[in-house]
Nanobody
Framework: VQLVESGGGLVRPGGSLRLSCVAS????????MGWYRQAPGKERELVAA???????NYYDSVLGRFTISRDNAKNTVYLQMNNLKPEDTAVYYC???????????????????WGQGTQVNVSS
């Protein structure tokens, strides 16, 4: 199982970033995928998820600002993040999700393995 996240960086409030995650070793094309994030001192939370058919679910705090998408041919899931806020600062991870309609904390994954994540810093 390999999950490789990229696209993070330092942006000012109101800025945008696009994260990418390439998944291999898991059945990407038949599983819902999600983006999790973990801020310092906090547990990991699921902020966006997408099914193989394109149904999506978002955590309330990112609704209207983040957009999740996937390219099954490339085993890649994306997270477009607009109007970023300082509270979005975290390490972002992707994984196959057990319940795409779950959001926030305690949302189980289908795989126990995690990638290295990509750091997002939102600061002026």
């Amino acid at each position: 199982v390999q999950l490789v996240e990229s696209g993070g960086g330092l942006v000012r409030p109101g800025g945008s970033l696009r994260l990418s995650c390439v998944a291999s070793g898991i059945i990407f094309s038949t599983n819902a995928m999600g983006w999790y994030r973990q801020a310092p001192g906090k547990e990991r939370e699921l902020v966006a998820a997408i099914t193989t058919g394109g149904s999506v679910n978002y955590y309330d705090s990112v609704l209207g600002r983040f957009t999740i998408s996937r390219d099954n041919a490339k085993n890649t899931v994306y997270l477009q993040m607009n109007n970023l806020k300082p509270e979005d600062t975290a390490v972002y991870y992707c994984n196959a999700v057990k319940y795409y309609y779950c959001s926030g904390y305690d949302c189980p994954t289908l795989s126990p393995y995690w990638g290295q994540g990509t750091q997002v810093n939102v600061s002026s």
